[in-house]
C-alpha cells in the first residue's frame, strides 16, 4: 500500500501555502460563465497567476525538460492503482487554472461525468476520469510550474500565441540562436513524438498509461494543454499526418475538460463503483508511477 502523504513543503509555488491558494481560487469563481469567459489571461489576470507563468516560461528550458525526464520515467517512485493515485491526488487544487475551486478528483469526475452523458466510449469516459492523474509530481515536491500550465515545445521558437509570451524572454534557451528558428531541432512534419514539450502532467500521466489505452485516448491525454496548438491552429509545421488527425480527438476533449467545471459537485462515492469497473477493465490493479 502507497503511504506517500503530501506536505505543505511540497506544495508551496508561487502562492505561500495552501491556505491562501484556496483563498484565491474562492475569488476567482464565478457560477455562471460563458464559453469565451473561461481561460481569461487578460490584463485582470490575477498576479499570482500571471506570476505563475512567469516562473513557467522563465525555468521551462530544453535542459530542464530532458533532466525531468531523465528523473521521473523511470516511473520508480510508487506502485498505485488508478484509483488510489486519485485519492493521492485529491488534496491538489491547480493554480493555472482560473475557472475551478473543486478538488481534482471531483473536476475529474466532473469531466468523465459530462462525456458519459453523451454517449461516448468507454475508453473516452475514462480519459475524462484520469486526464490529470500526473498531478501528482505536485506531491513529490514538484513545483507547480513544472506540473501544470499551458505546454509547449522546446528546442525551436515559442509561438506568439502561448498565453502570456512576453515572459519567455526571461528563458536562458532565448539566447541559444538553434532552438530560435522556426523548426530548431526539429524536422518539418517530422512528428509531434520527435519533439520534447515543456515538462508538466501531460507527459508524465502518458508514459505512465501509454500501453493500455487506446491511441485517441493517449493523445488526449499527452496534448489536453498543448493549447496553441489545439486551439490556436499553431505548431502544425512539426506535425505528421498521424498527429493532424489525432488532434481532432483533442480537440473533442477539450470542452469536456474546460467547459464542464461547475460549482455542483459530484457525489464521489456514488459514482465509485462505476468507474473501479471501467478502470478495471483497462487497467492492471497496480501501475508503476
Known amino acids: 500500500m502507497n503511504t506517500l502523504k503530501p506536505t505543505l513543503a511540497t506544495q508551496l509555488g508561487p502562492l505561500r501555502g495552501l491556505e ?25 489576470t490575477p498576479p499570482r497567476v500571471r506570476e505563475f507563468y512567469r516562473q513557467n516560461h522563465a525555468y521551462q528550458t530544453r535542459d530542464f525538460v530532458l533532466n525531468k525526464k531523465k528523473q521521473f ?3 520508480n517512485r510508487a506502485q498505485m ?14 493554480e493555472s487554472d482560473p475557472d475551478t475551486e473543486l478538488t481534482q478528483i471531483e473536476h475529474l469526475m ?3 461525468q459530462a ?21 501528482i509530481l505536485c506531491l513529490w515536491g514538484e513545483p507547480q510550474w513544472a506540473v501544470v500550465g499551458d505546454t509547449f ?6 509561438s506568439p500565441k502561448i ?24 524536422s518539418e512534419h517530422g512528428g509531434l513524438d520527435q519533439v520534447d514539450m ?43 499526418d498521424c498527429d493532424k488527425q489525432m488532434f481532432r480527438w483533442v480537440r473533442e476533449f477539450n470542452p469536456y475538460d474546460l467547459y464542464s467545471k461547475t460549482k455542483e459537485r459530484p457525489n464521489v462515492e456514488e459514482l465509485r463503483p462505476y468507474y473501479e469497473d471501467l478502470i478495471a477493465k483497462y487497467f492492471p490493479a497496480k501501475l508503476n508511477w
Open 198 to 240: 515543456s515538462w508538466g502532467h501531460d507527459e508524465y500521466l502518458y508514459h505512465v498509461v501509454k500501453d493500455h489505452l487506446p491511441q485517441e485516448a493517449l493523445y488526449m491525454i499527452r496534448y489536453h494543454s498543448f493549447y496553441s496548438a489545439h486551439r490556436e491552429g499553431e505548431y502544425e509545421y512539426l506535425m505528421d
Open 20 to 44: 491562501e491558494w484556496d483563498d484565491f481560487v474562492k475569488t476567482r469563481y464565478t457560477e455562471k460563465k460563458k464559453p469565451d469567459d473561461f481561460r481569461d489571461y487578460s490584463d485582470t
Open 110 to 112: 466532473q469531466t468523465s
Open 73 to 75: 520515467l523511470a516511473r
Open 163 to 186: 498565453v502570456l509570451h512576453e515572459y519567455f524572454a526571461l528563458n536562458p534557451d532565448a539566447k541559444i540562436p538553434d532552438y530560435q528558428t522556426r523548426m530548431g531541432l526539429y
Open 115 to 135: 462525456i458519459r452523458r453523451d454517449a461516448k466510449p468507454d475508453w473516452f469516459v475514462l480519459t475524462g476520469l484520469i486526464h490529470d492523474l500526473g498531478k
Open 81 to 94: 492503482g488508478i484509483w488510489e493515485a486519485m485519492e493521492f491526488l485529491n488534496t491538489l487544487i491547480d
Open 153 to 158: 515545445p522546446v528546442g525551436c521558437a515559442w
